[in-house]
Each structure stands twice: as structure tokens, then as C-alpha cells.
């Protein structure tokens, strides 16, 4: 029930095309939900995150959809660029009172942006 | 832009040894975490660490690991004998709240684990 599931696995796309990665989860008291975006040789860095009060979330070229009653949500990116080749994790988190406080990553999804 | 920074970047050891892995926080930041991640596979939670002691840990954080904030900066991971198994990049990252509020943790390069 702690589990997040990610797919796909991996994604190539060309420049200016839309990348999607879409996100399941079980637990119900997850309640925020961040994507975060991994380099080779780096760490995880967030990139966008949403609560489940609203249905998306836009930040230049970066969306959150979240259907609550589905329990799932995706990632689009617009006009992808060879910049944003990357491995993508969505994570989710309950709300403070569930009294966790670690992050439950999905598997993660590397993404390629051909020129 | 501050950074969590950790050291040392990898490490090989032999199986049975004792390992610690150090890590120095965002400056005002007052949660910790220990996050690892095996070759290829997810990111996994290990340990959090709020006004000295441990909040929370996993099932993978067991008697061999232990954590640590010597001072005032460092915040470090010992495993007691390492195993095959913990081959692995071990993250540090620090909050600056708990993570449920912002969900934004921020993670260092990594520490990269090798036993032999």
C-alpha cells in the first residue's frame, strides 16, 4: 500500500514533442505529491509538486494532472529540449498528521529528447 | 544557492567493515534524511532525524545502521558491517520543515558504496 507505480520505464521523445509519465498509488493518506528530476551524478531535485485539491498545477513547461478518484497523476512536459533528458521520480508523502515523514518514490522513468 | 554536500563521494570497503558516510546540511534546515539507492532501481527511505533523534526509520534501517549529528553541521550514517547488500549511492537530504508540509527535500550528490 506504500507503493507508488511509474511508467513507462523509459521514454524517448523527439525535441518539441510532449513527454508524459504517469504515477499510481494505493495509500490514501499520501497527500502531496512531488516529481522530482535526477541528473546522472547528481542528486534528486524537485521540480513541480501538487496537493490533491486541485486537479493541476503549471509551471512553465512542466504540468501536474492529478485525478484523486483515480489515485493517479502525470507529469507532461511541453516542448520537450535535449536539456530536460533526465530520470523522473514521482514521490508522495501523507499528510503530517499520518506522522511519516518519508518520501515514497515510484521506480523512476529516463527520459531521452533526440534533437 | 545553498547545498547539501556530502563526502565522500564513493567509497569501496570490504564486506564486514564499518562505513560512515558523512553529509553537511542546508545551515537552516532542521530535519535530516538518509535515502539510498541501489544501481538502477528507486530511490528508498532509510532513516529522518529531527531535534536530535531519529522520527522515523524503515525496515531496511536496521541494527547496523546508525545515525549521527556530531556537531552543529555534520549529520553522518554509520553501517556497523557492511554487507554485499549495501552496495548502493546513499543520499543525505535536509528540510527546512517537515517534508509532509513542502514534500521539498533537498538532496546532496550522493555518496557512492562499494563492498567487496
Known amino acids: 500500500q506504500q507503493q507508488v507505480k511509474q511508467s513507462p520505464q523509459s521514454l524517448i521523445v523527439q525535441k518539441g514533442g510532449i513527454s508524459i509519465i504517469n504515477c499510481a498509488y494505493e495509500n490514501t493518506a499520501f497527500d502531496y505529491f512531488p516529481w522530482y528530476q535526477q541528473f546522472p551524478g547528481k542528486g534528486p531535485a524537485l521540480l513541480i509538486a501538487i496537493r490533491p485539491d486541485v486537479s493541476e498545477k503549471k509551471e512553465g513547461r512542466f504540468t501536474i494532472s492529478f485525478n484523486k478518484s483515480a489515485k493517479q497523476f502525470s507529469l507532461h512536459i511541453m516542448d520537450s529540449q535535449p536539456g530536460d533528458s533526465a530520470t523522473y521520480f514521482c514521490a508522495a508523502i501523507p499528510y503530517s498528521g499520518a506522522g511519516s515523514y518519508q518520501l515514497t518514490f515510484g521506480k523512476g522513468t529516463k527520459l531521452s529528447v533526440i534533437p | 544557492e545553498p547545498e547539501v554536500t556530502q563526502t565522500p563521494s564513493h567509497q569501496v570497503t570490504q564486506m564486514g567493515q564499518e562505513v560512515i558516510l558523512r553529509c553537511v546540511p542546508i545551515?537552516?534546515?532542521?530535519?535530516f534524511y538518509w535515502y539510498r539507492q541501489i544501481l538502477g532501481q528507486k530511490v528508498e527511505f532509510l532513516v529522518s532525524?529531527?531535534?536530535?533523534?531519529?522520527?522515523?526509520k524503515s525496515e531496511i534501517f536496521d541494527d547496523q545502521f546508525s545515525v549521527e549529528r556530531p556537531d552543529g553541521s555534520n549529520f553522518t550514517l554509520k553501517i556497523r558491517s557492511t554487507k554485499l547488500e549495501d552496495s548502493a549511492m546513499y543520499f543525505c537530504?535536509?528540510?527546512?520543515?517537515?517534508?509532509?508540509?513542502?514534500?521539498?527535500?533537498?538532496f546532496g550528490e550522493g555518496s557512492r558504496l562499494t563492498v567487496l
Open positions: 537530504a535536509s528540510s527546512e520543515g517537515p517534508a509532509a508540509n513542502t514534500g521539498e527535500l533537498f
Open positions: 545551515s537552516n534546515h532542521l530535519y
Open positions: 532525524f529531527y531535534n536530535n533523534e531519529i522520527s522515523e
